[in-house]
């Protein structure tokens, strides 16, 4: 009764065939655009040919033409702008998709085995690397694919030998690049972990922002913030180096052979085998075709740096093999021979415990003994354990964290708030009766805050909660767990921050609730307060 896990590695592929209309839209503006490119060289043949001939009629007409087709050629050309920039923000917005769900999926013990900075970089470096390192070379290889096809087209229309000679200054171009494609992915693999640690350690600066300035420690905001930056720019110049090295090598084999090949349209011009207005069109068009097939080699070098962001991209969030089945405690939550261990370091071994419903229970003992350790087993998000843990007789190992987490809720010391109101912090975006926020309001001693606040439920916390108090902030998150009903609630010092009336008024309403399930965790309990559960648990350190 396990979930079954189907994850792929993301690719460039899978997100182009998944969007394919979008991009086709993108990139058929711009096909046309360089289609009439390439017929405005040979009209531009025509007018110079007029001139050679003194024909004035037929020079003004075909100018008149080549006005008519650059005003098509640049609206086209916008109009494929405006479509590719559309494609590119949906591709974005499903790499975001994409790599949010497969942090849902990930366990309670890998989400948390890498800081936040290192999420928060694939969210934005990662997607804006392969925006440019993937996505943008995409549509110019199709630009460049359309201007070859039309150059080559063009070329056939003045002499066949005009289209071998581009093409043996395309194989030559493409030669220089793929000396430094190895190169180029590796480098962008680093570039990527680079970025990353970055991010983590800008994070973490930021965070730190009162500390460094309570001691005095501004240098060192100063100088992080400047390392940082530092490992931000530096592999992204390596990158941008390396690329610049293989494009001026295959620029300098381009210009060689353009000079070449301005030399063999002349010749075909005397020999009579083109039209002396060629001249003009001949080496443009074979410049085109040179250039377009030499931009090739570097953006097939630009796909390899992206593969390293796209790796790091999951593709398939787990999926659960059976019908979820849910959790529904009308007995009891029974532990036996439960053992846990952090690193090898045992914290706590063969523990029995036994919590029936409608109890009230408290876990005490010193820092260490695992208290906290034993709320995350019962919610299911420390997997490796020792023993078993049953609700009504069922192995919590046969139910997911999220099937677990429909009838618990834990109450955490220290809270986190979203950037948001009061109102959406408690209700998490689902909606409520009055009555039903106004009985968590009061059950979890917030209403009192609230009256001195002018914008009352619709008051900002601010980001983590920094506009209200610590024990604001515990009140809301009690407010939270009430309001969503959960029959068994786990409280982790969650009432440390509150003065001890506030305390008292909290912890009497959920003591007082006959169908709530109360598991709290608590360094110490007075002698009183031990008398109000139905049982404390004293854990003890493992030396």
Known sequence: MKRENKKTAATMTHYLIKFRWPVLLGVLPTIAAYGIQAGSAL???????A???????????????????????????????????????????ALRRDIASALLGMTYQDYHSQGTGEYLSQFTNDVNQIENLAWKPFFQLIEMGAMAVFSVLALLTIHWSLVLAALVTTVLMLFVPQLFNKRMEKLGTVCSEEQAAATSGLKDLLSGWDVLRSFGR??????????????????????????????????????????????????????????????????????????????????????????????????GREETAFAEENVSVQREIRVEGLSYQYDKKPVFEDLSLQFKKGGKYAVTGPSGCGKSTLLKLLLGWLPDYGGTILFDGKDARDFTPEQLGRQMSCIEQNVFLFNSTIRDNITLGEAFSDAQMEKALRDSALMGDLASMPEGLDTMVGEEGGSLSGGQKQRVAVARALIHDRSILLVDEGTSALDQQNADIVEKSLLANPELTLILVSHHLTGERKGQFTRVYELGTIR
């Open 218 to 315: 501004e240098s060192r905001f100063a100088e992080g913030s400047r390392q940082a930056s530092e490992q931000i720019e530096k592999p992204r110049f390596r990158l941008a180096y390396v690329k610049g090295l293989a494009g001026s090598g295959a620029g300098c084999v381009n210009v060689a052979c353009q000079v070449l090949t301005t030399g063999l349209v002349g010749l075909l011009a005397i020999w009579g085998y083109t039209q002396a207005g060629s001249l003009a069109a001949g080496g443009n068009l074979c410049g085109q075709l040179t250039n377009s097939l030499g931009t090739v080699a570097g953006l097939l070098l630009s796909f390899s740096s992206s593969r390293p962001f796209f790796g790091k991209i999951t593709l």
């Open 51 to 93: 001139v050679f001939e003194g024909d004035l009629h037929e020079m003004l007409h075909c100018m008149l033409l080549l006005m008519a087709l650059f005003f098509i050629m640049l609206v086209a050309g916008a109009l494929g702008e405006i479509l590719q920039a559309r494609a590119i923000r949906k591709l974005n917005n």
């Open 43 to 49: 009209v531009t043949a025509q007018v110079f040919q």
